[in-house]
């Protein structure tokens, strides 16, 4: 199995979808050269480059309009962050290509095509390499988990899949987690609920249907395995609530099953 060299940073899917609705076409030295001058309107060029059949995107009928571009937040896009994910093995292990460069002309890929029109198998290949596929599922199974657990699991994640020297750069693999973890409850996957993270029915719905035809083998081993460590949790969380004398019943039952009579 190769290590992978997963993204540090993850954008909005549905902000790099139009994003490349946007670049398909455009010549790749003029971006290079918009991505070294800090001093681009990056809303300007998006106006610039939003053709007449790409109008209804940024501007629909209906503002509440399901996908459309909020150039209201294109200024908030990092280009440069854009640009690397557009470019030719943006994920390494040859997993997807959005785009590639002939005669200096950007080009979406048949991935690219299918990842701007929002095909589930192409982002569940994403998320599944990226890891956010195995985050939701450490969020499914554990029913709530809190960050610093979250950090726990994400770490057994980076021992089976990443590359070492990621650590050097991310503070052992907090500013990566809490990206995805942004990014899962932008897309409504997850959701914040007091001090832990519970799962969303979109979320559970997207995993079951992923799970076995995204996640990788060793993936659903590598779940499989922390599915005890979730168990355990949710056992503590449970023995942490419960009144005393309920604990007595509950140990009383234990003594039972393991073949105690008095």
């Not at 109008?55 to 294109?74: C, M, N, Q, W, Y």
């Not at 942490?240 to 234990?254: A, C, M, R, T, Y």
């Given at each position: 199995?190769?290590e992978?060299?997963?993204?540090?940073?993850?954008?909005?899917y549905?902000d790099m979808?139009?994003?490349?609705?946007?670049l398909?076409?455009?010549?790749?030295s003029?971006?290079?050269?918009?991505?070294?001058?800090?001093s681009?309107?990056?809303?300007?060029?998006?106006?610039?480059?939003?053709?007449?059949e790409?109008?209804d995107l940024a501007?629909?009928?209906h503002r509440?309009s399901?996908?459309?571009?909020d150039?209201?937040?294109?200024?908030?896009?990092?280009?440069?962050?854009?640009?690397?994910?557009?470019?030719?093995n943006?994920?390494?292990?040859?997993?997807?290509c959005?785009?590639?460069?002939?005669?200096?002309?950007?080009l979406?890929t048949d991935?690219g095509?299918?990842?701007?029109?929002n095909?589930e198998?192409?982002?569940?290949?994403?998320?599944?390499?990226e890891?956010?596929?195995?985050?939701?599922?450490?969020?499914?199974?554990?029913?709530?988990?809190?960050?610093?657990?979250?950090?726990?699991?994400?770490?057994?994640f980076?021992?089976?899949f990443?590359?070492?020297?990621?650590?050097e750069?991310d503070?052992?693999g907090?500013?990566?987690?809490?990206n995805r973890?942004r990014?899962l409850?932008?897309?409504?996957?997850i959701?914040?609920?007091?001090?832990?993270w519970?799962?969303?029915?979109?979320?559970?719905?997207?995993?079951?249907?992923?799970?076995h035809?995204?996640?990788s083998?060793?993936?659903?081993?590598?779940?499989d395995e922390?599915r005890?460590?979730?168990?355990?949790?949710?056992?503590?969380?449970?023995?942490?609530k419960?009144h005393?004398?309920e604990f007595?019943?509950?140990?009383?039952?234990?003594?039972?099953k393991m073949?105690y009579?008095?």
């Amino acid at each position: 199995m190769k290590e992978r060299e997963i993204s540090i940073w993850i954008p909005s899917y549905n902000d790099m979808q139009y994003f490349l609705h946007i670049l398909d076409g455009f010549r790749d030295s003029e971006f290079q050269d918009m991505c070294r001058d800090g001093s681009v309107n990056i809303r300007e060029w998006v106006e610039a480059r939003l053709s007449s059949e790409k109008e209804d995107l940024a501007f629909p009928t209906h503002r509440e309009s399901k996908g459309a571009i909020d150039l209201e937040s294109v200024n908030e896009w990092d280009i440069e962050y854009f640009y690397l994910w557009h470019r030719e093995n943006w994920i390494k292990n040859d997993v997807v290509c959005l785009s590639v460069v002939e005669n200096d002309i950007i080009l979406l890929t048949d991935d690219g095509t299918r990842f701007r029109d929002n095909d589930e198998e192409i982002i569940s290949k994403i998320d599944e390499f990226e890891g956010i596929l195995f985050i939701l599922g450490a969020v499914v199974e554990s029913r709530s988990v809190n960050h610093q657990d979250l950090i726990c699991d994400f770490k057994r994640f980076y021992e089976q899949f990443v590359l070492d020297w990621i650590f050097e750069f991310d503070n052992n693999g907090e500013v990566t987690l809490s990206n995805r973890l942004r990014h899962l409850k932008q897309r409504n996957l997850i959701q914040e609920s007091g001090s832990v993270w519970v799962a969303t029915d979109l979320g559970r719905d997207y995993f079951r249907r992923c799970q076995h035809s995204a996640l990788s083998s060793t993936s659903i081993a590598l779940l499989d395995e922390m599915r005890d460590v979730f168990r355990r949790r949710q056992l503590a969380k449970h023995l942490s609530k419960i009144h005393h004398k309920e604990f007595e019943e509950l140990i009383k039952k234990l003594l039972r099953k393991m073949g105690y009579k008095n």
